[in-house]
Structure formats: structure tokens, C-alpha cells
């Protein structure tokens, strides 16, 4: 079975500052993992996903994540926040089928001027 | 290309009526989504589909219904509406290769 959970419902930093969001996973398969981004109103747009290629893995708008299979973690990292990544973030594991992507419950960024 | 689009974007219904979100794409995908999106909650899958005229139920199903008469449309149809299925609903499609979903913008529906 594949789950995700999010710590933090709420993060909030200061512009310019380094954001890290986190990500922990379970899945009784080596999993594809996922980012998506959403901005008030919108659908979600994908930042970054990994699929067993490097585990360190580059996203748009400066966005990366590190795959850790020993931590079973996926955790969200800029170096500098812009006010423009005030948004919510989501975490979601792959399963096996079509029936596949688990998503966490997740985590809404605020970056303050 | 339009990607995912959904119809409409906002909708308030009273208890008991009915209604049916559209959803197309028009990247080709084999498999579509319906999700909705509580506070809270995150994302939960309500049913999906593999290809034209097939469907499945997802995590939360009760009380939708959803048909795929055609590969670029995916519709969800509340019979009865009740104020629990107060949400944001989204649809997403993918190939069948990639595990990449791609999402519309959301319909938003409060049932009064």
C-alpha cells in the first residue's frame, strides 16, 4: 500500500529565506514521487517529480527535492523564498495500475514580506 | 492545446438536485480522474477511468456517478446532491505510460 504524510499543515517563512517542506512516504513498491503546486483557485501544476533516476531532482521556479530511501522522505526545498511561492503544496506517492496516485493532505506555504 | 478544462467553475445547488460536471482533455490520455478536495484532507480519488465506456471506483465513490462515452470526456454526475458533497471537485487525465496527472481548473459546488 502507498501513503504520504506531510508535516506541517501550515509552514511560514520570511522572504528571502529557505523553505523546506516535508514529505515522508510508505509503499511496498519503489515508488514514483511527486510535488504539485496550488495556487488560490487554480487546479494543481506538477514542480517536480522523481522516478528512480537521480535522487536529488530539480523542479521548476527553484523548487528541488532529495529522494531518501533510508528516511523514506521527499522533502521540498528552495534556497530563497519569493512572495510569488505562497501557495499550497502537495505530496503524492505512486501505486501499481491506473488507480495511482496518493496524495498527502498538504502543506500551505505563507512567505512573509 | 487546452489541456483539461472543466465545466462550469462554479455551481451552488439546494439538497436533492441533481447535476453533472463535465470534464475534457485534449492530450489523448487513456485514464481520467474525478478528485475532490476538502480543507484539510487533500486530495481524495472518487472514480476513475482506464478508456472509453470503462469506469472504476476510487477511495470515495458513494453518492457520484461518472461515464466515459468518449476517450476526451469524463463526466461526474451527482443524483441527489447532499451538503457533504460540498467541495472542489477536480479532474485530471494521464497516459497510459507516465504517472504524471495532469489537472483542470476546478469546479467548485456548495450544496445548500
Known amino acids: 500500500a502507498q501513503s504520504v504524510t506531510q508535516l506541517g499543515s501550515h509552514v511560514s517563512v520570511s522572504e528571502g529565506a529557505l523553505v523546506l517542506l516535508r514529505c515522508n512516504y510508505s509503499?511496498?513498491?519503489?515508488?514514483?514521487l511527486f510535488w504539485y503546486v496550488q495556487y488560490p483557485n487554480q487546479g494543481l501544476q506538477l514542480l517536480l517529480k522523481?522516478?528512480?533516476?537521480?535522487?536529488l531532482v530539480k523542479g521548476i521556479n527553484g523548487f528541488e527535492a532529495e529522494f531518501k530511501k533510508s528516511e523514506t522522505s521527499f522533502h521540498l526545498t528552495k534556497p530563497s523564498a519569493h512572495m510569488s511561492d505562497a501557495a499550497e503544496y502537495f505530496c503524492?506517492?505512486?501505486?501499481?495500475?491506473?488507480?495511482?496516485?496518493?496524495f498527502g493532505t498538504g502543506t500551505r506555504l505563507t512567505v512573509i514580506p | 492545446n487546452a489541456g483539461v478544462t472543466q465545466t462550469p467553475k462554479f455551481r451552488v445547488l439546494k439538497t436533492g438536485q441533481s447535476m453533472t460536471l463535465l470534464c475534457a482533455q485534449d492530450?489523448?490520455?487513456?485514464?481520467m480522474y474525478w478528485y475532490r478536495q476538502d480543507p484539510g484532507m487533500g486530495l481524495r480519488l472518487i472514480h476513475y477511468?482506464?478508456?472509453?465506456?470503462?469506469?472504476a471506483k476510487g477511495e470515495v465513490p458513494d453518492g457520484y456517478n461518472v461515464s466515459r462515452l468518449k476517450k476526451q470526456n469524463f463526466l461526474l454526475g451527482l443524483e441527489s446532491a447532499a451538503p457533504s458533497q460540498t467541495s472542489v471537485y477536480f479532474c485530471?487525465?494521464?497516459?497510459?505510460?507516465?504517472?504524471?496527472?495532469?489537472f483542470g481548473p476546478g469546479t467548485r459546488l456548495t450544496v445548500l
Open positions: 509503499s511496498s513498491v519503489p515508488p514514483y
Open positions: 503524492a506517492v505512486s501505486g501499481t495500475g491506473a488507480n495511482n496516485l496518493f
Open positions: 477511468s482506464v478508456g472509453e465506456g470503462t469506469t
Open positions: 492530450m489523448n490520455h487513456e485514464y
Open positions: 522523481y522516478t528512480s533516476a537521480a535522487t
Open positions: 485530471a487525465s494521464r497516459d497510459r505510460t507516465y504517472n504524471e496527472q495532469f
